[in-house]
């Protein structure tokens, strides 16, 4: 079953660069087996930098599924997902991710290697920075 909800993905990927976006898709499958949703890249058509599949999922499930049958689903995703995206699926409550490329597989067929690292210098003023944080959190 993982390889033919995989095979989607690819074919999703495939429709995303043949309508003008990076090649990336993605669907959600339940805890039954039936595919709930799935999506394409945007990212060029929608102008919007953060319309990667797996966040469109992510965000979907979050306002669409309660908890335990978002916990019992699957994404299945023609590349690992970014740390944008892992961040957003962490969050969203579904169960696992299966991916197809790794991100260093991907890295690989890009001619141009894969992104740069943003400079990142933190933390500071932790005393200060905690006061909106403390309590906020169970």
Not at 98 to 125: I, M, N, W
Request: proline letters at 7%.
């Amino acid at each position: 079953m993982d390889e033919e909800h995989l095979r989607r993905a690819i074919a999703l990927a495939a429709e995303a660069r043949a309508g003008g976006n990076p090649p990336f898709g993605s669907l959600l499958v339940g805890p039954d087996g039936a595919v709930l949703a799935e999506e394409r890249n945007s990212s060029l058509t929608d102008d919007d930098i953060t319309a990667h599949p797996e966040l469109k999922l992510a965000r979907w499930a979050a306002r669409s599924l309660d908890a335990a049958t978002a916990a019992g689903t699957t994404m299945y995703t023609s590349c690992q997902p970014c740390g944008m995206c892992a961040g957003a699926l962490a969050r969203s409550g579904i169960g696992r991710v299966v991916f197809a490329l790794s991100t260093d597989q991907l890295d690989g067929l890009k001619t141009s290697g894969g992104f740069r690292e943003v400079p990142a210098d933190g933390p500071h003023l932790y005393d200060e920075a905690k006061i909106p944080v403390q309590g906020y959190y169970p």
